[in-house]
């Protein structure tokens, strides 16, 4: 059993993908982003009138980037394999001394799925938003934000630089701001928009530096420059690199440390929390990872360090999502979770940079697909999210809860369904290596298996299954109309097959020349694969067992019982808010208060003593003279008087 | 028009239209003085285009558009004027955010009457001077125009502001007057290091003199201390704040977004350019200063419960960023440094001036008297949103490509710099949400009388702002194209060289070579 993969074999795999001029449909990339950038505008100019047409027109251009995306990938399918990586430059964006940035797109396998991905899932919630929203004053603005945020996206993994990049990076994080504090009349709802922007910032303020770094080593902050160089720089830079890169991935996909955003991002409308906060903006930190494949590479310790962050997430979302009662916060929590998972897949190296994004794919279907169940689920009960006050809505809500309950199994990872097929892969890549690692990430991303296996289906049964209902008396649940149900059925699909289609069409080869130099090698983990997968689907078995005795057989009680230190600590996040203010908020404001207070009385005191004593002595000269101002002017006027003549004497 | 004394006209039309506009009777009906005004404003905008479509950028020349006559020869003063990129971005950007200041003037003082009259005559006349400040390519043509820019904005604020308005004008004025007293005694000193005779004060005349090391560290001190209380830095700040809460919006835009610009401007036409071995000398310093003030001025900006005393020090804070791009002496983070002056000035006068709407609805300044505007005022919390958003140098808006640059270039001089440097962000974030979240958010206000979103007028005054946001977002090139050589011609001066890349690539040294 000895493993193939080593350090070594690593530092062969860091060629670049050669790009090609694009062509073709390619050569129309800058579309996908005009497209819904243009609606955006429009509509967020149109006015109230945009209430109106704003709907139609935001789906029409979601679903006109979709069908340009699914054009070019046609014709990239079409291609051969060294001319499918395709780059279009735009305009010199700015330059400052010999720093030169160009907007330009790279189009390649990675950047395709993505945009697949953004355009599809985006344009399935644009429709189900038709239904979600109708009733809502301002769902013009909604939806321009909507078709804001799929512009921002797109420019984010169409991007060929990390500055632009950044711009799609930043983008995607205004729009994830409006769209948390949509409601803005709810003052909670408006402090988690903010809570949301402001620890994002603190991820973008490490890829700031990144980029800086990135130009002091290379000389500019394309991809094809940085990812080219890599091989000659030394490693402690690219360490660093690679560590400050990280450091923008956990901030945009609430990562360990930088995760307390996440939950309180719930507080946006459903749609937002299918698209953004589980399906798409969220994985972007892993893209970003993945994308600087070159970089990780060669730095195995940043690699490490991306993997114990993932397996640190992974564990942290799993725990918070089993004691949560918010159908909501505990989905967002599964999404922490699984992208845990893909972080400590991409932080693998060769081994996991594919499995990461196959993962990222099948997830963005199946979590999408049960944020929107989950938004259906609320809309027949008055919008409330406690699951204590669900159970048995299987009957009243039959198309919600077979599109859920496919959900729920791709994510436990039942045997033939999405996740299965992409989140077995992470977990026998994670046995692959030398020495404590394998053991430990192996062991951590199985574990997290059977701990999916739980949360998740105590979620599943506690609302759709179990001894009772638990209604409150004013909810007359009734399954949602079309429009909303049948994105539900179409993600619900990929919930079931993508894992199985996206496998039998080889997708992890066809992405290999993006991240591993074009070759995929199989590398022996320290575990048999049947046992490992054996070993796993015990494990998920056991999960379900669990929470079906505990949620389906036994009465879950409305009031949630106190619960171990373990459940406490986790309804409340670990306490992560409360760290957070304590080290970082309430430090800041106390400085902020004293530092007004010493502005004024210390750095202001010494002026205007000084201040004081000129006043006193104008008051004396106004005596004398007739006002202030006058008097300043004549003491101007004598000085320039004065220094003419000392110049003439001394000439 | 290769002759056309461009930037006397530009001077001279402001001033002409202020003696005119002052000596409109003021009892004359229909407030002629407001479209007369707007109409010199405008015609001076239109000259500075016509002077910019002039310049050529990469000419071998420091200085374009250049002027030159014996003033007072006696004394070596002459009357010259010339741009370089720098200083001719200023000068637009100045021509542009006067008619968008006097349009927002229009409705501020509403019986009309001498008053308004004076104010829109005093606006014209700083304009002249601050054509003049930018222009002059003699040092003591400069000292005068820097002097002569207090008197407009001395009444401008001891006249028409707000609460407070007498003890602000007074404290702004000493402070000015402190720093441009220590600067005289410079200007006077560095005429006698240099050839002296009748053009003995040019610019061009005082550059890479050698003198001794502690002459030069003295001059440069004068003219650095004088620079420090314009911008304003760290410790020398506390008149801005006071100056700016009691003046009326316009006249905080002119004073911050353009007047305080003449100090980080000064800085790398006087203080890098004649005294470049003191500058060196004095890097690390200026440095640390600049740092603090990027964190200070946040932290204090978030501290804040008054609407415009938080904008002043936003911008303290973004000074701070100036004068680090300046110090720091890379071609990258002066370029930044450069173009930060332009959009700090678009990007201040846009929240000023809609601070002033919402002020001028709500009759207070007090952050804490808002809440919830954003239902009944969609309109202006948009715009708002936006400016802050350019405040907090969201990319695709103006401030990001220049901030970015000075973290950049910042980093490349010194790693510890950039990434204290790069704290802004985070704290800009923080003091724009959290200002938003105050004003904008929560339930529906209850006023006493309804409050009217923004009107025409208020959207023409704020157009073109936000159309610079995006131009100098999305398509910087113009500006950049006359900045950086002007940048690169002064850090040559200076004698320092950009740090090369430690690994470039083949792409890079390529692009290098090209």
């Known amino acids: ?651 | 028009m290769e002759n056309f004394p461009w930037l006397t006209v530009l001077m001279v039309v402001p001033l002409i239209g202020a003696i005119v506009v002052a000596l409109l009777p003021s009892g004359s009906s229909g407030r002629p003085w407001r479209p007369v005004a707007l109409g010199v404003s405008l015609v001076a905008l239109l000259i500075s285009i016509g002077a910019a479509l002039q310049f050529t950028s990469g000419s071998a020349d420091q200085f374009q558009l250049v002027e030159k006559h014996q003033w007072i020869p006696q004394f070596g003063v002459s009357y010259a004027l010339g741009v370089d990129g720098i200083a001719l971005s200023l000068i637009v950007m100045s021509a542009i955010l006067v008619p968008v200041c006097l349009l927002a003037m229009w409705d501020e003082f509403p019986g009309g009457g001498g008053r308004e009259k004076n104010y829109f005559a005093l606006t014209l006349l700083l304009e002249a001077f601050i054509v003049g400040v930018f222009a002059a390519t003699d040092v003591f043509l400069f000292y005068v125009f820097f002097e002569a820019m207090l008197i407009p904005v001395y009444f401008l604020i001891g006249w028409f502001g707000g609460e407070g308005r007498q003890k602000a004008a007074l404290k702004f004025l000493l402070f000015s007057l402190a720093g441009g007293l220590v600067m005289l005694a410079a200007v006077i000193g560095v005429y006698f290091q240099g050839p002296q005779g009748g053009e003995g004060f040019l610019v061009e005349n005082l550059t890479g003199l050698s003198m001794g090391q502690n002459t030069e560290r003295l001059l440069f001190l004068g003219f650095f201390i004088a620079f420090a209380v314009k911008a304003p830095m760290w410790p020398v700040h506390t008149w801005l704040p006071d100056a700016a809460a009691a003046s009326r919006p316009a006249t905080a835009t002119l004073l911050v977004g353009v007047l305080d610009k003449v100090g980080t401007f000064g800085m790398i036409r006087f203080c890098l350019q004649l005294f470049p071995n003191a500058s060196q000398w004095a890097t690390p310093v200026v440095i640390v200063l600049a740092i603090i003030s990027i964190v200070y001025g946040a932290v204090l900006a978030i501290g804040q419960d008054d609407l415009m005393r938080l904008i002043a020090y936003t911008s303290i804070s973004h000074f701070g960023f100036i004068v680090l791009g300046i110090f720091v002496m890379t071609s990258t983070a002066g370029a930044g440094a450069s173009l930060y002056m332009v959009n700090h000035g678009f990007g201040t006068a846009a929240l000023f001036l809609i601070a002033g709407m919402l002020i001028a609805r709500r009759g207070s300044t007090k952050i804490s008297d808002y809440g919830g505007w954003q239902k009944i005022a969609p309109g202006l919390a948009g715009v708002f949103l936006l400016s802050g958003l350019a405040g907090l140098a969201l990319p695709g808006l103006g401030s990001f490509v220049s901030e970015f640059l000075v973290i950049v270039g910042s980093f490349q001089h010194s790693k510890w710099a950039g990434a204290f440097a790069v704290t802004g962000m985070v704290l800009a974030a923080t003091y724009i949400m959290w200002l938003y979240k105050r004003m904008m958010t929560g339930p529906t206000p209850e006023l006493a009388t309804p409050v009217r979103d923004i009107t025409i007028r208020e959207k023409v005054v704020v157009a073109p702002l936000i159309a610079a946001f995006l131009v100098l977002g999305f398509f910087p090139k113009p500006v950049l194209d006359v900045i950086n050589p002007a940048v690169q011609q002064t850090l040559q001066i200076v004698g320092v060289s950009d740090p090369q890349p430690t690994h470039p690539t083949a792409a890079t040294t390529g692009s290098n070579n090209r």
């Open chain 1, 1 to 651: 059993m000895t493993p193939v993969y080593t350090l070594a074999a690593a530092q062969v795999v860091t060629e670049v993908q050669p790009t090609v001029d694009a062509s073709g449909a390619a050569s129309w990339a800058w579309l996908l982003v005009a497209l819904p950038l243009l609606g955006a505008a429009i509509i967020l100019l149109g006015g109230r009138s945009a209430n109106r047409w704003g709907p139609t027109l935001a789906n029409v251009m979601s679903w006109g980037a979709f069908g340009l995306g699914a054009a070019i990938l046609i014709e990239m399918l079409g291609r051969a394999g060294d001319e499918r990586a395709q780059s279009l430059h735009l305009w010199q964006w700015f330059t400052g001394g010999s720093f030169e940035v160009n907007a330009g797109m790279l189009v390649d396998q990675l950047s395709i799925s993505f945009v697949m991905l953004v355009t599809f899932v985006g344009s399935l919630i644009h429709v189900y938003s038709l239904g979600y929203m109708e009733h809502d004053p301002d769902k013009g603005r909604f939806f321009g934000y909507l078709n804001l945020f799929i512009a921002a996206m797109l420019t984010l993994v169409l991007a060929d630089s990390y500055v632009l990049l950044f711009l799609g990076w930043e983008g995607v994080g205004l729009a994830s701001y409006l769209l948390i504090g949509f409601w803005y009349q709810r003052s909670d709802y408006a402090s988690a928009a903010n809570k949301a922007f402001i620890v994002n910032r603190v991820g973008d303020m490490a890829l700031a530096i990144g980029i800086a770094m990135m130009f002091v080593t290379f000389g500019s902050a394309d991809y094809s420059t940085v990812h080219g160089g890599a091989a000659g720089a030394p490693e402690w830079a690219l360490t660093a690199i690679g560590l400050l890169l990280l450091g923008a991935a956990c901030g945009k996909s609430a990562q360990f440390p930088l995760q307390s955003w996440l939950g309180d991002a719930m507080a946006g409308p459903t749609p937002v929390s299918a698209l953004i906060h589980a399906a798409t903006m969220v994985t972007a930190g892993v893209y970003l990872i993945v994308r600087s494949n070159a970089i990780f590479d060669l730095a195995p310790t940043a690699r490490l360090v991306v993997t114990i962050v993932g397996a640190i997430t992974l564990l942290l979302g799993a725990f918070i999502g089993m004691a949560k009662d918010d159908i909501k916060k505990a989905l967002a929590a599964s999404t922490m979770s699984q992208i845990g998972y893909m972080m400590l897949a991409a932080g693998l190296g060769p081994v996991g940079y594919v499995f990461a994004i196959f993962h990222l794919l099948t997830h963005g279907f199946f979590k999408a697909g049960m944020f929107l169940g989950a938004g259906s689920v609320m809309h027949a009960m008055n919008d409330q999210v406690n699951m204590r006050r669900f159970g048995r809505l299987s009957g009243v809500l039959k198309h919600t809860w077979w599109t859920f309950g496919l959900g729920w199994l791709a994510i436990i990872g039942f045997p033939g369904l999405s996740g299965w097929w992409s989140k077995d892969k992470i977990i026998e890549a994670a046995f692959v290596g030398e020495g404590w690692q394998p053991w430990v990430f192996g062991l951590v991303t199985m574990l997290g298996a059977g701990l999916t296996a739980f949360y998740m289906s105590r979620l599943f049964f506690m609302t759709f299954h179990g001894s009772g209902k638990r209604w409150t008396e004013d909810v007359h649940p009734h399954e949602s109309p079309l429009v909303m149900t049948v994105p539900m059925m179409i993600l619900a699909v990929g919930s079931l097959a993508l894992g199985a289609i996206l496998t039998a069409v080889k997708f992890p080869e066809w992405l290999a020349p993006v991240t591993n130099g074009g070759h995929l090698e199989h590398h022996e983990p320290v575990l048999a694969i049947p046992a490992i997968q054996i070993l796993t689907f015990v494990l998920m078995a056991a999960g379900v067992f669990v929470a079906w005795r505990l949620y389906w057989k036994a009465d879950v009680p409305v009031v949630a019982p106190e619960g171990s230190a373990l459940t406490q600590a986790a309804r409340t996040d670990f306490y992560q808010d409360d760290v957070n203010e304590a080290v970082f908020v309430g430090p800041l404001m106390t400085t902020a208060t004293g530092l007004v207070e010493a502005d004024d009385q210390i750095v202001d005191g010494g002026a205007r003593n000084l201040g004081d004593g000129v006043a006193g002595l104008s008051r004396v000269l106004r005596r004398a003279q007739t006002g202030f101002v006058r008097s300043y002017a004549l003491t101007m006027l004598a000085g320039v008087v004065a220094v003419l003549g000392a110049l003439w004497v001394m000439n």
